[in-house]
């Protein structure tokens, strides 16, 4: 019998951060940290936001990232999905969703 575990929300995290350094912009790096109090949980896995670490940090207005989209994590595949900001979260919820 062949058994498949899902990842739980720290691995899930890492893949995230993981994510987050590899896509930095070369020319002008912004270091970024998961908003862990406003993950998403749904039973596929987790919706994570990010926002910059010297926003996190200072709470200056000026060090705050924009475009920013949320990232999809599946539990049982790790699959990351990019999200978009031209609707509300729960509008790419609903699609990836239905897509399942």
Known sequence: MLCVT???KQEAQSLVE???E???DKRNPVDCAVLPDETIERSW?????YQSKAYIETGDFREMLGGNAPIIVNRDSGELIHTGTAYDIEHY?????AAL
């Open 6 to 8: 899902s990842m739980n």
């Open 18 to 20: 993981a994510e987050l």
């Open 22 to 24: 590899r896509t930095k």
């Open 45 to 49: 896995g987790w919706v994570f936001f």
């Open 93 to 97: 919820i609903k699609e990836y969703e």
